[in-house]
């Protein structure tokens, strides 16, 4: 990486985020369909006892500035044709999914899929979609996402994710290390499952194991956090598209 391509990424935290969200009165408001760009895809799910938790679904954490202000990032600083307004939400009984070559699921400790959804997820991966997992933390979380993608691809094991892995160089060189989770507490740490479980083979899901990275996107035009903290969030996030789009 370049340092005049690191210093744009720097620039674009203070001068791309930040515009007015849209005006939206459903989730249905938000998307668009597929038209060969890339579209930000974030996974909706209903949790056990009710949807609810810390300011409010746990699958719409920081939803919808943190993809609003990605995606712009991305059309900025990539080559990637880039849907930049909107968001598509979608189940995983929603078969436009699979237009989508990448999906993003947070707080993976509230999520019970259905034996058909888990069906739904173990296809859609097989068919060479990407999965990035954010935002959660402790064992008992990674405990039961471990046992939902267990249904879902069975037989798959969650692994680390070595920082030599192509993933962390695939657009931006970075050290996953410098990714410091935006709460504190407890180190991060990467996993994923690599397809028939092979290192050298694509890596169908990444978890930001400890981590938040799109709480950086939602608020780094806020200030609350440093802007080169928010810088590698994005740089991980570009890593993560540029990789779908190309494995």
Known sequence: MTRATSLAVVALTGAVVGAAPPQAQSLEDFKAPYDGRY??????????????????????????RAERNFLRLV??????????EGSNVFTLDDP?????????????????????????????????????????????ELA????????????????????????FDSFFRIDPRAVIPPYGGRAPAWYGIYEDNDPARRLQ?????????????????????????SNEA???GVNYVVYALTH
């Open 234 to 236: 994005y740089k991980l």
């Open 39 to 64: 579209h930000f895809v974030r996974l909706r799910y209903e949790e056990a006892g009710g949807v609810g938790g810390r300011g409010g679904a746990m699958w719409s954490h920081d939803f919808p």
């Open 144 to 167: 039961n996402l471990e046992q939902q993608l267990a249904r879902a691809l069975p037989g798959a094991r969650v692994t680390p994710v070595d920082e030599a892995d192509a993933i």
């Open 205 to 229: 899901v990444i978890i930001n194991y400890n981590n938040d990275i799109a709480e950086y996107w939602e608020f780094s035009d806020y200030g609350f956090y440093p802007i080169d903290l």
């Open 75 to 84: 059309d900025e600083v990539t080559l990637v044709g880039t849907h930049t």
């Open 96 to 140: 436009e999914l699979f237009s989508f070559p990448a999906a993003y699921i947070v707080e993976p400790g509230f999520w019970h899929p259905s034996d058909e959804e888990v069906a739904t997820l173990g296809t859609y991966l097989a068919k060479g979609g990407f999965l990035i997992v954010d935002d959660f933390r402790g064992p008992y």
